[in-house]
């Protein structure tokens, strides 16, 4: 876990599942080191030299969404070029900017 939490109480951490009542972080949280290695192997990996597009989660090619694993995967829709098309079309509108 990182600072984030310094602002949250003990007791709501823990109702929300991210640590038991002993103060022990729950399975699965990351130091901030490994959270963002995947993003410096993203900018420095020689095996994604010239490689756009993709999903990257824990030093990997993010897998799909799954609902009965819900932190992790990346949704269909982001995959979607159709849905993209639209965004960019749309962010161009928004913004006024030609992208």
């Known amino acids: 876990m990182t600072p984030l939490q ?14 038991n009542e002993d103060g ?3 399975e699965g949280f990351k130091t901030p080191a490994q959270g963002a290695s995947t993003s410096v192997w993203a900018a420095i990996g020689a095996e994604l030299e010239g490689v756009g597009g993709l999903y990257l989660e824990n030093l990997a090619e993010a897998v799909p969404f799954d609902p ?32």
Do not use: F, N
């Open 24 to 26: 022990v972080v729950r």
């Open 6 to 19: 310094r602002h949250m109480a003990r007791e709501e951490m823990i109702a929300l599942g991210w640590m």
């Open 68 to 99: 009965a694993d819900p932190y992790q995967g990346v949704m269909p829709h982001a995959l979607d070029p159709e849905s993209a098309e639209r965004l960019w079309a749309l962010s161009e509108e928004t913004t006024g900017v030609k992208l």
